[in-house]
């Protein structure tokens, strides 16, 4: 298979010093943004996506590879000395990081948490790469039908997964779909649609654009709001990690704390797989992976009381599951190219500027492209959690600095970014706007993770809609005409039939027993 034809090349592309300088650089730009609360790899991604522009597609893949792998155990620190998660999905680790801070051991929690990190993060590596050769001859059978079906099934999983109230995932869907109806489109000669007279819509609203304001103008704009009706009072925060030690002494710590994951395989296993087989959902990410696999811990745990008062299992488990999700989530993306998160909707973008057309012949065509992830992901999480190792004692006045004062800077950043992109000032204006509609649905609770994917999606379902229909002559049994259609077709109308059902029996039998 070319995927794996391509794997020698790939090793021999990372250790060329280009490569390194990038995924070195990628992974303390991650590690960084991770550490800072309410900053994380969209942001970091969001910045360096526009300046990627100049980079060769290898060195791109290699420092974005870096991020994701780091982000997450930066905002492990955060949890740890803080209790504030540096990244939301390491909400978790706090339950069980901080205590262990406020009982004088720091350094053992995070040379824990440094360590379960890279151990999660290479079993979910591996699953992805036993994985790719299972699925890759199913996707070279995929005709226009079938990967229309398959993103309508996509998007119908997008909904079901996101943990909101289900009519709001539908409209948010819905209005990401919406979105790409702007431009030139129509079944067979293009025509002008919702460009009110304007050149600039002929081609579209612009992905980078567009994913750059819902996810991260948005984010910004929610905490200059949230400091505004605070009063702007600044909030201090105090580090109540371990203080009085000296560095020799916390990094011993450290050290030590690496090896305890060992003593819990059973859990490092399950939350692993818990991590890597929710990052496979599109939509869903490492914040349900986390509290799923915590809770599963838990369960299974002998002294369940113990959690939350500094058990090493409960962090195990937290770090495993959202660092083995970034394995998870690059299935669906270079398998079908449906992206698994929000970090990889961004990596789609990445690729539209490189010319590179997402979906099931991806892998075919560009299997050095997916082995600079997979190798960058599996070095970018080493590097940090040596980072985190090799640091600890000397990170925890990093979070201190207040996120309304880096909220406007971050938005200065991308403001400039956007502008830099294709020199154009209408696709700053056409961020800020899709910044706007994704604060709003924040406040109105709508899911924005689920307009961002209809997004992504929408050009695609449309296109091999009217191209499954001229390859048949106009016949519609085309979309039920093999094996695979019929399967994605069934299975787009009848998971939603049973999780209505399931959550219909939940609701009876709770009336029943509550009468």
């Not at 050769?133 to 199913?138: A, K, M, N």
């Not at 002008?192 to 050149?199: D, Q």
């Not at 599963?296 to 745990?301: C, D, L, N, V, Y």
């Not at 979906?359 to 999480?381: Q, V």
Request: hydrophobic share 55%.
């Amino acid at each position: 298979m070319e995927i794996f034809a391509a794997f020698g090349g790939g090793l021999v592309q990372l250790l060329s010093p280009p490569i390194l300088l990038a995924l070195i650089g990628g992974t303390l730009f991650g590690w960084i943004f991770g550490i800072l609360p309410g900053l994380g790899p969209l942001n970091a991604m969001a910045i360096a996506l526009p300046l990627s522009f100049w980079w060769h597609p290898i060195t791109g893949m290699y420092f974005f590879a870096g991020i994701m792998g780091a982000a997450s155990q930066g905002g492990a620190i955060t949890s740890i000395l803080l209790n504030m998660p540096g990244t939301a999905q390491n909400a978790a680790t706090m339950f069980d990081g901080h205590p262990l801070a406020r009982q004088g051991r720091a350094g053992w929690a995070l040379g824990i948490a440094a360590g379960t990190s890279v151990y999660g993060a290479y079993f979910g590596i591996l699953v992805l790469i036993v994985l790719i050769p299972v699925f890759l001859p199913i996707l070279l059978a995929f005709g226009p039908a079938e990967k229309f079906w398959l993103m309508i099934f996509g998007l119908m999983a997008m909904t079901l997964a996101v943990q909101a109230d289900m009519a709001k995932s539908f409209v948010a869907v819905g209005l990401g779909v919406l979105l790409t109806f702007v431009g030139l489109g129509g079944p067979e000669f293009p025509v002008e649609r919702f460009t009110f007279g304007s050149t600039y819509l002929l081609d579209g609203l612009n992905l980078v654009a567009v994913l750059i304001g819902l996810l991260v103008v948005s984010e910004s704009i929610a905490y200059l709001a949230q400091g505004i009706e605070g009063g702007g009072d600044s909030v201090q925060l105090v580090s109540s990690g371990a203080t009085g030690h000296s560095f020799r002494k916390e990094l011993a710590e450290a050290l030590r704390g690496l090896l305890v994951p060992f003593r819990y395989p059973v859990c490092v296993l399950r939350s692993s797989l818990i991590g890597t087989g929710v990052g496979a959902i599109p939509g869903v990410g490492g914040v349900v992976a986390q509290f799923l696999s915590y809770d599963a811990a838990r369960a299974a745990s002998r002294h369940p009381e113990l959690f939350g008062r500094g058990n090493p299992e409960g962090l195990i488990a937290a770090e495993s599951a959202v660092n083995a999700k970034e394995g998870g989530t690059l299935l669906p993306t270079l398998l079908f190219g449906i992206p698994g998160n929000a970090e990889t909707a961004l990596l789609l973008g990445a690729w539209q500027i490189y010319g590179i057309q997402a979906g099931p012949y991806f892998l075919e065509r560009h299997a050095d492209l997916a082995w600079a992830l997979i190798l960058g992901l599996f070095f970018s999480n080493t590097v940090a959690s040596v980072l985190t190792v090799l640091t600890v004692g000397a990170t925890s006045w990093v979070p201190r600095l207040d996120i309304r004062y880096l909220a406007p800077s971050i938005l200065v950043l991308v403001a400039l970014s956007l502008v830099a992109l294709r020199g154009s000032v209408l696709d700053l204006g056409v961020g800020v706007l899709a910044g706007i509609l994704g604060f709003a649905l924040q406040r109105l609770r709508y899911p924005v993770i689920g307009t961002v994917i209809g997004f992504v999606l929408g050009g695609a379902v449309e296109q091999n809609f009217y191209t499954a229909l001229q390859s048949s002559r106009g016949s519609y049994q085309v979309f039920l005409g093999s094996a695979i259609s019929l399967s994605l077709f069934l299975a787009t109308f009848l998971v939603p039939a049973l999780v209505f059902f399931s959550r219909f029996r939940r609701r009876f039998r709770g009336g029943v027993m509550a009468g």
